[in-house]
């Protein structure tokens, strides 16, 4: 049987919640780890039409894009429509997880698979993130060697891609000697000791460097543990904002604005353009929601188009008034962040089997429920 918790362990294995922004509030909002999940609802909103979707399928977990809750409430009565979400939800039995700016930026996340829906090839991160470690050397009684990695391991040291629980061991021969004051596990004030000891090996995250001291030192039989810590350079990774990519053949603006309407799900907003619609389109930079913020890196990625969502009147004109600055697409940012969704579930059925069906919510809940195309007259 299969379980929030083995759901959300693989959601956390593809988008760990480490990699969500300091503002964001990610993970699971309502349900038991121990309940089992057969049924697995996908949307880019936890709205209240999404839920009725969930109860009328008879799922046991929504998984959605956007957060439930961004800000401290104190209460969830179902008087307000937050709260009717979480009674809805909890009233059935469905719980409900949340993959935000977590879900941003790592391979098979939003704007990879707005890459992959638009047909890119050559895809890669628009600004590629640094992935810093720490080398740990710390040097170890042998018969404690399994209990000192056990204890750094389960702080977060350990865990290199797709592998946890990894480390390197050499043995050698330890000496010291205990000066007055000290209290030696091994030996004596003032004897000379050589001891059978490992060198044990491991990498983490900088972000956990005093977590993995700490275990270290409570796990270790000396009370002063030799060991070191280095920072090893940062190193490229797959993990990024936005991403860039290649069409397989050059196309013009307009007609390339026409296949980013195709390829995206139907909704109720504008496509709007910006640049000589004429212009030739090869090489593509997009980010999946609001993304003016890299309006400068398409430009120095060597970008023809730049897609994303919600942009602004003085950034685009701004960003236009430089000489060759890409063109720019700006689509709507449900339907942009939606073509996550079905690269989500078939990952978490690739990754679970058939213990679990995925579906995809194709409700459009774009708040937009109309576009009106500018007046024939207005001046080009």
């Known amino acids: ?61 929504v998984v959605t894009h956007h957060p439930l809750y961004l800000k401290g409430v104190t209460t969830v009565a179902a008087t307000s429509p937050k709260g009717r979400v979480v009674h809805t939800l909890a009233s059935h039995g469905i719980g409900l997880h949340t993959c935000h700016t977590n879900a941003d930026s790592p391979p098979l996340g939003v704007s990879e698979s707005m890459a992959f829906a638009l047909g890119l090839s050559d895809v890669r991160p628009l600004e590629a993130d640094t992935e810093a470690l720490d080398a740990w050397s710390v040097y170890v009684p042998r018969d404690d060697a399994d209990a000192v990695a056990e204890a750094m391991w389960a702080a977060g040291a350990g865990q290199v891609g797709d592998y946890d629980r990894a480390s390197f061991r050499s043995p050698g021969t330890g000496t010291f000697r205990p000066l007055e004051g000290a209290d030696p596990a091994i030996g004596a004030v003032g004897s000379d000791e050589r001891v059978d000891e490992v060198m044990l090996r491991l990498v983490a995250a900088p972000g956990v460097r005093e977590a993995v001291r700490a275990a270290m030192r409570a796990a270790h039989p000396y009370e002063e543990v030799a060991h070191e810590v280095v920072a090893l350079a940062p190193a490229p990774s797959e993990r990024g904002s936005g991403r860039v990519g290649v069409l397989s053949e050059t196309t013009t603006l307009g007609a390339f604005a026409e296949h980013v309407r195709a390829a995206l799900p139907q909704h109720h907003g504008a496509t709007r353009v910006a640049g000589d619609l004429d212009a030739p389109v090869r090489t593509v930079a997009l980010c999946g929601g609001s993304g003016d913020f890299l309006l400068g890196a398409a430009d120095a990625a060597g970008a023809d188009v ?16 430089r000489p060759g600055a890409c063109a720019v697409v700006d689509v709507p940012h449900w339907a942009a962040e939606w073509t996550w969704l079905p690269v989500a579930a078939a990952a978490l059925t690739e990754r679970l089997g058939d213990t679990v069906e995925a579906r995809v919510s194709t409700i459009v809940t774009d708040p937009w429920t109309l576009t009106i195309g500018a007046d024939p007259r207005s001046p080009r």
């Open 306 to 321: 730049y897609v994303t969502s919600d942009l602004r009147h003085h950034p685009v004109s701004e960003h236009l008034e």
């Open 1 to 61: 049987m299969t379980t929030l918790a083995d759901v959300v362990a693989v959601l956390d294995r593809l988008y760990p919640r480490s990699w969500a922004d300091d503002w964001d509030a990610v993970g699971t909002v309502v349900g038991a780890p121990e309940a089992p999940v057969r049924k697995v609802l996908l949307a880019v909103d936890p709205v209240q039409v999404v839920v009725d979707e969930a109860v009328a399928w008879g799922a046991d977990l």
